[in-house]
């Protein structure tokens, strides 16, 4: 025990992270987030729906990383894969396919991580019905922030990158229906959303987390690139918490390989006006993301 919390400390002071003792052993939720914010009161947990896939699995690890608890939600109920255990680790069965078993009562936020696979579902089940299963499971369980992982270019079906993604099962196409079903459950509410486009999972040589110093946020679906599952992960866990994303949709990529989705969005890369975000800690990277509905998109 002594030397997993010490394990635990040193993640935390590299991440820029204030921890005491009492906050390591999941005293406190919200203080282990590099945002802060009031989305998660003390003790709740984080609920990771689709914890048993490759990014997931990760953000199950990001959030035990930072001392906080997480309810691995899977189709089998399974442990995530290369997660130990841990106390502050709790798993059950979720087939989002069946709105019945969509359990996250109790959770102080609820990433959204599944997708469609030749096992878990196709793409119109998962990434467009499972996905608004998951946001009236939500609103109906008063969950204070829903955060989805989407991708980049859902909009944009005349990109490259969304006619190569789509050849599985029309998956952007029901990414974007994905969306527009939680824009819709959304409407009027007081509670929150964020959604996440990362661009191309095409993961580096080295699945590492470089940090929020080498990541960009734009929005408006016209810029991509790449980025790893580790620093999505990472993204997706501080999204849980941050004022700055609250009801916002945007892409997120390495800033280094930042590239336009379509051709004639070439000149944005040296448009001064148009917003890219840079930042050399997750809250300074998300200050200045603006609510949907409160920027142009560009056409």
Do not use: W
């Amino acid at each position: 025990m002594r030397f997993a919390l010490l394990a635990l400390l040193r993640a935390c002071t590299t991440h820029g992270l204030a921890l005491n003792r009492r906050q390591a052993l999941g005293g406190s939720a919200a203080a282990a987030l590099a945002t802060g914010g009031p989305a998660l009161a003390a003790g709740k947990p984080i609920a990771v729906i689709g914890s048993g896939g490759r990014t997931g699995s990760l953000c199950v690890a990001a959030c035990l990383k930072r001392g906080l608890a997480v309810k691995a939600l899977s189709r089998s109920g399974s442990a995530p894969p290369g997660v130990d255990a841990d106390p502050l680790l709790s798993i059950a069965a979720c087939d989002v396919r069946d709105p019945s078993t969509i359990d996250v009562t109790g959770a102080g936020a609820v990433i959204y991580a599944a997708s469609g696979s030749k096992k878990g579902g196709s793409p119109h089940e998962v990434d467009n019905l499972g996905v608004v299963n998951a946001a009236k499971a939500c609103v109906a369980a008063k969950v204070p922030r829903l955060v989805v992982i989407s991708s980049t270019a859902v909009t944009r079906p005349q990109s490259l990158g969304y006619k190569f993604t789509d050849v599985y099962g029309k998956i952007m196409g029901e990414k974007k229906l994905g969306e527009d079903g939680v824009y819709a459950t959304y409407a009027g509410s007081d509670l929150a959303y964020t959604i996440i486009r990362p661009g191309g999972l095409e993961e580096p040589k080295e699945n590492v987390v470089q940090g929020p110093g080498a990541l960009e946020i734009s929005q408006g679906d016209a810029l991509a690139g790449i980025i790893s599952r580790k620093d999505l992960a990472e993204v997706a866990v501080e999204a849980c918490a941050s004022p700055a994303l609250r009801d916002a949709t945007f892409e997120l990529y390495y800033t280094k390989g930042a590239q336009p989705c379509e051709g004639k969005f070439k000149k944005l890369l040296a448009d001064e006006s148009f917003p890219r975000l840079h930042g050399d800690s997750y809250a300074a990277l998300f200050k200045g993301v603006r609510r949907d509905g409160a920027y142009d998109v560009p056409a």
